[in-house]
Protein backbone atom coordinates (compact mmCIF):
# COMPACT_ATOMS: atom_id res chain seq x y z
CA UNK A 1 0.00 0.00 0.00
CA UNK A 2 1.81 3.24 -1.12
CA UNK A 3 1.67 6.05 1.90
CA UNK A 4 1.00 9.23 1.44
CA UNK A 5 2.87 12.07 2.74
CA UNK A 6 1.45 15.07 4.03
CA UNK A 7 2.86 18.34 5.57
CA UNK A 8 0.82 20.85 8.27
CA UNK A 9 0.81 24.26 7.52
CA UNK A 10 -0.60 26.58 10.23
CA UNK A 11 -2.60 28.90 8.70
CA UNK A 12 -5.78 30.38 10.54
CA UNK A 13 -5.19 31.70 14.19
CA UNK A 14 -8.48 31.62 16.61
CA UNK A 15 -9.40 34.97 15.99
CA UNK A 16 -9.90 34.15 12.30
CA UNK A 17 -11.93 30.92 13.39
CA UNK A 18 -14.28 32.79 15.87
CA UNK A 19 -15.20 35.44 13.71
CA UNK A 20 -15.12 32.93 10.46
CA UNK A 21 -18.30 31.30 12.59
CA UNK A 22 -19.94 34.20 14.70
CA UNK A 23 -19.73 35.57 10.78
CA UNK A 24 -21.86 32.36 9.70
CA UNK A 25 -24.09 32.68 12.62
CA UNK A 26 -24.69 36.44 12.53
CA UNK A 27 -25.50 36.57 8.81
CA UNK A 28 -27.85 33.91 8.77
CA UNK A 29 -29.45 35.94 11.53
CA UNK A 30 -29.03 38.69 9.84
CA UNK A 31 -30.73 37.97 6.88
CA UNK A 32 -33.91 36.07 8.30
CA UNK A 33 -34.60 39.09 10.59
CA UNK A 34 -33.80 41.49 7.73
CA UNK A 35 -36.04 39.97 5.56
CA UNK A 36 -38.87 39.81 8.18
CA UNK A 37 -38.34 43.32 9.14
CA UNK A 38 -38.33 44.48 4.89
CA UNK A 39 -41.34 42.35 4.33
CA UNK A 40 -42.97 40.47 7.62
CA UNK A 41 -45.69 38.31 6.11
CA UNK A 42 -46.22 35.88 8.92
CA UNK A 43 -46.90 38.97 11.28
CA UNK A 44 -49.81 39.80 8.96
CA UNK A 45 -51.65 37.19 10.45
CA UNK A 46 -51.24 37.91 14.38
CA UNK A 47 -53.17 39.80 16.52
CA UNK A 48 -52.92 43.83 15.90
CA UNK A 49 -52.01 44.21 19.88
CA UNK A 50 -49.40 41.60 19.23
CA UNK A 51 -47.79 42.97 15.85
CA UNK A 52 -45.73 45.92 17.32
CA UNK A 53 -43.98 43.62 19.63
CA UNK A 54 -43.09 41.15 17.32
CA UNK A 55 -41.38 43.21 15.40
CA UNK A 56 -39.61 44.93 18.01
CA UNK A 57 -38.07 41.97 18.70
CA UNK A 58 -37.36 41.15 15.64
CA UNK A 59 -35.28 44.15 15.55
CA UNK A 60 -33.87 43.76 18.84
CA UNK A 61 -32.00 40.34 17.11
CA UNK A 62 -31.02 41.57 14.46
CA UNK A 63 -29.17 44.89 15.86
CA UNK A 64 -27.85 42.47 18.35
CA UNK A 65 -26.64 40.02 15.61
CA UNK A 66 -25.24 43.32 14.22
CA UNK A 67 -23.21 44.59 17.27
CA UNK A 68 -22.23 41.18 17.88
CA UNK A 69 -20.70 40.82 13.95
CA UNK A 70 -18.79 44.08 14.75
CA UNK A 71 -17.05 42.82 17.85
CA UNK A 72 -15.56 39.59 16.11
CA UNK A 73 -14.43 41.36 13.10
CA UNK A 74 -12.27 43.97 15.34
CA UNK A 75 -11.24 40.65 16.68
CA UNK A 76 -10.60 39.54 12.84
CA UNK A 77 -8.94 42.64 12.34
CA UNK A 78 -5.84 41.88 15.71
CA UNK A 79 -5.57 38.33 13.91
CA UNK A 80 -4.91 40.04 10.55
CA UNK A 81 -2.20 42.17 12.55
CA UNK A 82 -0.55 39.40 14.74
CA UNK A 83 -1.07 36.11 12.34
CA UNK A 84 0.39 36.32 9.09
CA UNK A 85 -2.34 33.17 7.86
CA UNK A 86 -5.13 35.86 8.18
CA UNK A 87 -3.61 37.93 6.05
CA UNK A 88 -5.40 36.75 3.15
CA UNK A 89 -6.26 39.92 0.57
CA UNK A 90 -5.11 39.41 -3.17
CA UNK A 91 -1.81 40.42 -3.93
CA UNK A 92 -3.30 42.71 -6.73
CA UNK A 93 0.45 45.01 -7.22
CA UNK A 94 2.01 41.66 -8.63
CA UNK A 95 1.72 39.79 -12.00
CA UNK A 96 1.99 36.39 -10.60
CA UNK A 97 -1.45 37.31 -8.84
CA UNK A 98 -3.63 37.62 -11.84
CA UNK A 99 -1.36 34.39 -13.68
CA UNK A 100 -1.91 32.01 -11.00
CA UNK A 101 -6.14 33.60 -10.53
CA UNK A 102 -6.51 32.83 -14.37
CA UNK A 103 -5.16 29.38 -13.62
CA UNK A 104 -7.45 28.44 -11.17
CA UNK A 105 -10.39 29.83 -12.73
CA UNK A 106 -9.28 27.48 -16.14
CA UNK A 107 -9.64 24.62 -13.61
CA UNK A 108 -12.77 25.13 -12.51
CA UNK A 109 -14.30 26.36 -15.80
CA UNK A 110 -12.81 22.19 -16.81
CA UNK A 111 -10.52 23.94 -19.04
CA UNK A 112 -7.38 22.49 -17.17
CA UNK A 113 -7.43 19.64 -15.22
CA UNK A 114 -5.55 21.05 -12.30
CA UNK A 115 -3.91 23.78 -10.61
CA UNK A 116 -0.92 24.38 -8.69
CA UNK A 117 -1.48 24.28 -4.80
CA UNK A 118 -2.34 26.44 -2.71
CA UNK A 119 -2.73 27.23 0.83
CA UNK A 120 -5.64 29.89 -0.32
CA UNK A 121 -5.92 30.02 -3.75
CA UNK A 122 -5.76 34.00 -5.77
CA UNK A 123 -9.13 33.34 -6.63
CA UNK A 124 -10.85 32.66 -3.18
CA UNK A 125 -8.85 35.94 -1.80
CA UNK A 126 -10.33 38.01 -4.42
CA UNK A 127 -13.81 36.69 -3.13
CA UNK A 128 -12.92 37.53 -0.03
CA UNK A 129 -11.96 41.20 -0.18
CA UNK A 130 -15.10 41.00 -2.36
CA UNK A 131 -17.26 40.16 0.25
CA UNK A 132 -15.07 42.75 3.30
CA UNK A 133 -16.27 45.61 0.70
CA UNK A 134 -19.86 44.09 0.95
CA UNK A 135 -19.63 43.93 4.32
CA UNK A 136 -18.68 47.53 4.83
CA UNK A 137 -21.66 48.57 2.55
CA UNK A 138 -23.67 46.48 5.28
CA UNK A 139 -22.20 47.96 8.42
CA UNK A 140 -21.94 51.70 7.29
CA UNK A 141 -25.39 52.19 5.78
CA UNK A 142 -26.90 49.74 8.28
CA UNK A 143 -25.60 51.99 11.65
CA UNK A 144 -26.43 55.11 9.15
CA UNK A 145 -30.34 53.67 9.42
CA UNK A 146 -29.90 52.69 12.90
CA UNK A 147 -28.71 55.99 14.09
CA UNK A 148 -30.88 58.27 11.89
CA UNK A 149 -33.45 58.98 15.15
CA UNK A 150 -30.43 60.65 17.10
CA UNK A 151 -28.68 62.95 14.83
CA UNK A 152 -26.88 64.23 18.25
CA UNK A 153 -25.67 60.95 19.42
CA UNK A 154 -22.12 60.21 18.66
CA UNK A 155 -23.08 57.43 16.63
CA UNK A 156 -25.83 59.78 14.29
CA UNK A 157 -22.30 62.24 13.93
CA UNK A 158 -20.09 58.99 12.38
CA UNK A 159 -22.50 57.40 10.36
CA UNK A 160 -24.99 60.52 9.36
CA UNK A 161 -23.06 61.63 6.64
CA UNK A 162 -23.63 58.18 4.66
CA UNK A 163 -27.56 59.03 3.85
CA UNK A 164 -26.74 62.55 3.04
CA UNK A 165 -24.37 61.05 0.39
CA UNK A 166 -26.56 58.15 -0.63
CA UNK A 167 -29.55 60.94 -0.56
CA UNK A 168 -31.40 59.75 1.61
CA UNK A 169 -32.31 57.25 4.04
CA UNK A 170 -34.78 55.30 1.88
CA UNK A 171 -31.65 54.93 -0.55
CA UNK A 172 -29.50 53.32 1.99
CA UNK A 173 -32.50 50.51 3.19
CA UNK A 174 -32.02 50.00 -0.85
CA UNK A 175 -28.53 49.93 -0.68
CA UNK A 176 -28.36 47.81 2.83
CA UNK A 177 -30.84 45.66 1.02
CA UNK A 178 -29.15 44.86 -2.12
CA UNK A 179 -25.72 44.40 -0.42
CA UNK A 180 -27.18 41.59 1.72
CA UNK A 181 -28.69 39.25 -1.29
CA UNK A 182 -25.08 39.87 -2.22
CA UNK A 183 -23.62 38.11 0.25
CA UNK A 184 -26.07 35.73 0.53
CA UNK A 185 -25.40 35.05 -3.06
CA UNK A 186 -21.75 34.97 -2.09
CA UNK A 187 -22.35 32.39 0.49
CA UNK A 188 -23.99 30.01 -0.93
CA UNK A 189 -20.95 29.84 -3.77
CA UNK A 190 -18.69 29.61 -1.38
CA UNK A 191 -20.25 26.75 0.53
CA UNK A 192 -19.89 25.00 -2.66
CA UNK A 193 -16.10 26.00 -3.51
CA UNK A 194 -15.15 24.84 0.38
CA UNK A 195 -17.32 21.45 0.47
CA UNK A 196 -15.61 21.07 -3.51
CA UNK A 197 -12.06 21.53 -2.53
CA UNK A 198 -12.68 19.37 0.71
CA UNK A 199 -13.67 16.30 -1.34
CA UNK A 200 -12.90 16.46 -4.68
CA UNK A 201 -9.14 18.25 -3.87
CA UNK A 202 -8.41 17.06 -0.27
CA UNK A 203 -7.25 20.14 1.19
CA UNK A 204 -9.00 20.27 4.69
CA UNK A 205 -10.82 23.48 3.98
CA UNK A 206 -13.47 22.38 6.32
CA UNK A 207 -11.21 21.02 9.17
CA UNK A 208 -9.15 24.23 8.77
CA UNK A 209 -11.87 26.43 10.14
CA UNK A 210 -11.69 24.36 12.95
CA UNK A 211 -8.23 22.95 13.64
CA UNK A 212 -6.30 26.33 11.94
CA UNK A 213 -4.01 24.01 10.11
CA UNK A 214 -4.15 22.31 6.37
CA UNK A 215 -2.41 19.46 5.19
CA UNK A 216 -0.95 19.57 1.77
CA UNK A 217 0.56 16.69 -0.28
CA UNK A 218 2.71 19.26 -2.18
CA UNK A 219 4.12 22.61 -1.26
CA UNK A 220 1.44 24.93 -1.81
CA UNK A 221 2.77 28.42 -4.30
CA UNK A 222 1.78 30.49 -1.61
CA UNK A 223 4.40 28.88 1.29
CA UNK A 224 6.16 32.20 1.76
CA UNK A 225 3.07 33.73 2.95
CA UNK A 226 2.77 31.80 5.90
CA UNK A 227 6.04 30.77 6.74
Known amino acids: M ?3 VRKEYYLFSPF ?3 FHWLMVIAIIVLFIT ?3 ITKPPAMLYAEPDASPLLMNVTRNVHFIAAFAFCAGFIGRVYGFIINRGDRLFPHFWEKQYYTDTMEVAQHYMLIKATHKPFLRNPLARGSYAGLYVLVAIEVLTGFA ?3 MTEPSAIGGTLF ?3 NRVLGG ?3 SHYVHHYAAWAIILFAIGHFYMVIRAEFMEGEAEVSSMFAGS ?3 RHTPADVNDVE
Open 34 to 36: GFL
Open 2 to 4: KQE
Open 214 to 216: KLL
Open 169 to 171: EMI
Open 16 to 18: LRI
Open 145 to 147: MYY
Open 160 to 162: GWV
